[in-house]
């Protein structure tokens, strides 16, 4: 749930559709193009939070985490809708 409330306000922040969660299948097709590679661990691509299991989730989170905690950049964004 964590994972998914993440994602969805920052999708909501970049679309400006305050109340839309995010379009999993327009994004996981091109998920290259909408999330830039900084913001996701090395190798690994996003899923549909439904379909993670617990250990997926728990790395990304941490990896967010770290970004929060060790940098000044922004710790997730998409691209652009």
Known sequence: AVVRAFLNWHYQDCSGK???PVP???VIPRHDQLI???YLP???KIREPSRMN???ATELLDFWYNR???SRD???EFYGW
Do not use: C
């Open 74 to 76: 922004v710790v997730f």
């Open 18 to 20: 305050p109340k839309e």
């Open 42 to 44: 090395d190798g690994k």
């Open 24 to 26: 999993w299948k327009e």
């Open 68 to 70: 929060q905690q060790n």
């Open 54 to 56: 617990r250990h997926e």
């Open 36 to 38: 830039p590679p900084p």
